[in-house]
C-alpha cells in the first residue's frame, strides 16, 4: 500500500476531526469518546504548528488522513505519543511509519525518551509499540472513566531514543 507520512498542515484539520470522529466511534481503542470537544482539538493542532518542541504528522493515502501522530511534553509524563489510524488501514505499515517518523523528530530535537499510554486490551498496539522499543514501565487498574461508566486502566510506556 502506498502512503506518505508528512507534517499536518491546517487544511488536514476536517479530516483529522473526522477521523478522530471515526475511531471514537469504535469506543475500544483511544480516549476520545464521540461527542468530544472539536474546537479544542483544532486549538490544540494550530498550537502544535507553531510550536517548535511539538509534532503533529499524518498518514496520507491518496489524498487523505488516514493516520495521525502527535507528540507533546506533559508535565507528568514527558514527552508523550498520541496516535490512531483508519480500522480500513491497521496493519499495512502505517502505525510503524508514524512511529519511525516520531523517532528520527525526537531525536533530532534532543528528546531523550518518548511516553505513550495504551489500554490493556488494545492488543494490536501493545504489539506494535513492544516492537518498536517501548518498555512497560506502570499499570494503572482505574484510569479512564469511559460515557458508559465503565472505569478502564492503561499501561504507560516508555522508549529510550
Given at each position: 500500500?502506498?502512503?506518505?507520512?508528512?507534517?499536518?498542515?491546517?487544511?488536514?484539520?476536517?479530516?483529522?476531526?473526522?477521523?478522530?470522529?471515526?475511531?471514537?466511534?469504535?469506543?475500544?481503542?483511544?480516549?476520545?469518546?464521540?461527542?468530544?470537544?472539536?474546537?479544542?482539538?483544532?486549538?490544540?493542532?494550530?498550537?502544535?504548528?507553531?510550536?517548535?518542541?511539538r509534532?503533529?504528522?499524518?498518514?496520507?493515502?491518496g489524498?487523505?488522513?488516514?493516520?495521525?501522530?502527535?507528540?507533546?511534553?506533559?508535565?507528568?509524563?514527558?514527552?508523550?505519543?498520541?496516535m490512531?489510524?483508519?480500522?480500513?488501514?491497521?496493519?499495512?505499515?502505517?502505525?510503524?511509519?508514524?512511529?519511525?517518523?516520531?523517532?528520527?523528530?525526537?531525536?533530532?530535537?534532543?528528546?531523550?525518551?518518548?511516553?505513550?499510554?495504551?489500554?490493556?486490551?488494545?492488543?494490536?498496539?501493545l504489539a506494535?509499540?513492544?516492537?518498536?522499543?517501548?518498555?512497560?514501565?506502570?499499570?494503572?487498574?482505574?484510569?479512564?472513566?469511559?460515557?458508559?461508566?465503565?472505569?478502564?486502566?492503561?499501561?504507560?510506556?516508555?522508549?529510550?531514543?
Amino acid at each position: 500500500m502506498d502512503f506518505l507520512i508528512r507534517d499536518a498542515t491546517e487544511s488536514d484539520f476536517e479530516a483529522l476531526l473526522a477521523l478522530f470522529d471515526e475511531v471514537a466511534a469504535e469506543r475500544i481503542y483511544i480516549g476520545t469518546q464521540p461527542g468530544f470537544d472539536r474546537e479544542l482539538y483544532r486549538s490544540g493542532w494550530s498550537d502544535a504548528l507553531v510550536d517548535p518542541d511539538r509534532l503533529l504528522l499524518v498518514a496520507i493515502v491518496g489524498d487523505a488522513p488516514v493516520g495521525t501522530l502527535g507528540i507533546r511534553e506533559r508535565r507528568d509524563l514527558g514527552a508523550g505519543i498520541g496516535m490512531l489510524v483508519s480500522s480500513d488501514y491497521r496493519k499495512v505499515g502505517i502505525g510503524s511509519a508514524l512511529l519511525d517518523a516520531a523517532f528520527a523528530w525526537a531525536r533530532g530535537r534532543g528528546f531523550e525518551e518518548l511516553t505513550l499510554s495504551v489500554f490493556p486490551h488494545n492488543l494490536a498496539a501493545l504489539a506494535l509499540y513492544r516492537s518498536a522499543g517501548f518498555v512497560e514501565v506502570e499499570r494503572i487498574e482505574r484510569a479512564v472513566t469511559r460515557q458508559s461508566g465503565e472505569v478502564w486502566g492503561i499501561i504507560r510506556m516508555r522508549k529510550h531514543l
